[in-house]
């Protein structure tokens, strides 16, 4: 509320003011323009990591080694389309459309979260996935239960249940595959090997090249940077390794007292930005994945809208 | 719902002949919702559009839960210790009881509607009858299914309606899907031995009564979307239920079976 005495906020200052209370910004509230370009982006892009994320898991559904598994990861995938479908409301909120989102994705000129880019190539990726990958998701993820947006704050609520439930489901795999035949321990290490450096990659460039982590720090859009989450998901995932008998494959991993955390060897940053810009192993086929099913599936979108324009106008003439 | 009943009781009144003919038509049931929800799933991150991606997962997670259930039953039935994965996992394709209907390939949008159309026109209202079988198990196993499959038949109604009355592209895939499909429904409801024996033990529905609404039905939706009803005297090819399969199961079960296969006995 303006008052007379002081010199009236600016726009600006009333929204930064209420950002800084801990106040939620709504759909209808005003906002920076930046603001608003930020969640467009990070939220459809999270949208779009859901959408992307079906395609390794969806690799294993019709090979999975038991019917219970089978049903398990089924219904994970499942969930993770019903992830994208409440995230790509909360961006529409922001005034995005679900068609030009789309058609970013297919384009490349928006981004999804580069661990979809690696390949899964046994059962125990599936344990991986869920174990490690849904793990860290979760670290970005539960901050942002609380980030400054609503409708993004709220949609998060409910994914990081399910995200949760998926992260012991992946870590019950890995751990019937190490309490099984040498065979399954081997497939175990042999899949975190693979995936342990990628997930780490999932928290992002160091903070030093991070360009966008102040300001979205600052709208609470963030709350904590990327290098501190990838430190804490260490610290919580070596234990787990250890737990289940499997090594982590870093000759620099080693308590350090001192900071009561582990210090860690080096991320292989070529290969984060190689992957980021386009050159991982499987950049091309998820694309290519998503834009055949969007392309071959422009028919059926259409006959939809065809029947529901020609029901409406046989409505309205017998209205 | 009824208490379901210890297993003992629900199986010691049957004779050693119509448990052997339960087991294989229980496998048969088992082995039609196994797969048709595999071929359901195939579609999984690649559909049409995000809400039909859910749409398909679910009805593949339905028919799977029902796969389960029935395995189950069924190696109870059998009483020799295999478990519901040998069953879905170690048998070869000409073991298989399906229809063939259920393991052709998914093609595009339309032929996935139609496969399931037909499918769930027999399915839904099989299941209502089966719900009144003097059997407990598989009573209760359709109680639970039949709610499920009302809602897929709703589906697959919709959609034969949209993509009917929809564009002209849309009408010309799905009367090619009909065209290509439409002869492997009679083999749903024209029975087996065993199934005749079933019958005539009054343990499971006759088909025969079913008809009635499911003509009514495949009627009411194809005049709603516009579709001519394909001819009746169309040659109907059948023999899944009784193990001659086409090529694509083997491909099918390469898939499902293949870590199984790969690793022995061993838990996952």
Not at chain 1, 165 to 170: L, N, P, S, T, V
Not at chain 1, 285 to 301: C, I, N, S, T, Y
Request: with cysteine; aromatic share 10%; hydrophobic share 40%.
């Amino acid at each position: 509320m303006e008052t007379l005495e002081k010199p009236a906020l600016t726009q600006e200052e009333q929204f930064q003011a209420r950002i800084d209370a801990d106040v939620r910004i709504e759909p209808k509230d005003w906002m920076p323009e930046a603001y608003r370009k930020t969640l467009i982006r990070q939220i459809s892009q999270h949208a779009h990591s859901e959408l992307v994320g079906m395609l390794p898991e969806g690799n294993w559904i019709t090979r999975a080694p038991s019917l219970k598994r089978k049903s398990i990861l089924l219904s994970k995938v499942q969930d993770e389309a019903g992830h994208g479908l409440y995230l790509y409301s909360a961006a529409e909120t922001l005034g995005a459309s679900r068609d030009q989102m789309l058609a970013d994705l297919h384009s490349g000129k928006a981004k999804y979260s580069s661990i979809f880019n690696y390949p899964t190539l046994s059962w125990a990726d599936m344990g991986c996935v869920g174990w490690l990958v849904d793990g860290a998701a979760i670290l970005n993820q539960v901050p942002l239960c609380r980030t400054s947006y609503g409708p993004y704050a709220r949609a998060m609520v409910r994914v990081c249940k399910e995200e949760s439930f998926h992260q012991r489901q992946g870590f019950e795999v890995m751990q019937t595959l190490c309490e099984g035949a040498p065979a399954q321990k081997e497939m175990a290490q042999e899949a975190l090997n693979r995936w342990w450096w990628p997930t780490l990659m999932m928290f992002g460039p160091k903070d030093s090249e991070s360009p966008n982590t102040e300001q979205s720090m600052k709208w609470r859009i963030k709350r904590f940077t990327n290098d501190e989450l990838r430190q804490k998901f260490v610290d919580m995932m070596v234990p787990q390794a250890e737990f289940l008998g499997l090594t982590v494959p870093d000759p620099a991993l080693k308590w350090n007292e001192e900071r009561k955390a582990y210090d860690f060897g080096e991320v292989n940053w070529e290969e984060f930005w190689q992957v980021v810009k386009g050159n991982g192993l499987c950049n091309a086929d998820r694309l290519q994945a998503r834009v055949q099913a969007h392309e071959e599936g422009a028919w059926v979108r259409e006959a939809a809208l065809a029947h529901a324009a020609k029901r409406k106008a046989r409505e309205g003439v017998g209205a | 719902m009824q208490a379901a009943p210890s297993e003992s009781t629900a199986l010691a009144t049957y004779s050693a002949e119509v448990r052997q003919l339960l087991f294989t038509y229980v496998v048969q049931l088992a082995d039609t919702s196994l797969i048709l929800g595999h071929r359901l799933s195939e579609w999984c991150g690649h559909g049409p559009i995000l809400e039909q991606d859910l749409a398909m997962a679910n009805i593949a997670l339905d028919l799977l839960g029902e796969t389960r259930s029935l395995y189950q039953y069924a190696a109870e039935l059998e009483g020799k210790g295999r478990t519901e994965d040998d069953l879905a996992y170690l048998r070869s394709a000409v073991e298989y009881r399906h229809p063939l209907l259920v393991e052709q390939p998914n093609g595009d949008f339309a032929h996935t509607i139609v496969r399931q159309f037909l499918f769930d026109n027999f399915h839904y209202p099989f299941l209502q009858q089966l719900k009144s079988s003097p059997d407990e198990r598989l009573a209760g196993i359709a109680e639970k299914a039949v709610k499920e499959a009302a809602y897929h038949l709703k589906w697959s109604s919709e959609w034969i309606i949209r993509l009917g009355d929809g564009t002209l592209e849309s009408r010309q895939r799905v009367e090619k899907a009909i065209a290509s499909l439409w002869r492997y429904a009679a083999e749903l409801t024209t029975p087996t031995a065993t199934e005749k024996a079933l019958q005539e033990a009054g343990i499971i529905p006759d088909y025969a009564a079913l008809q009635p609404a499911m003509v009514a039905h495949v009627a009411r939706v194809l005049e709603e979307a516009t579709l001519p009803t394909p001819p009746a005297t169309t040659f109907g090819l059948a023999g899944g239920k009784e193990g001659r399969h086409s090529e694509h199961l083997g491909y099918i079960l390469t898939e499902l079976q293949y870590v199984q296969r790969a690793y022995p006995g061993l838990t996952w």
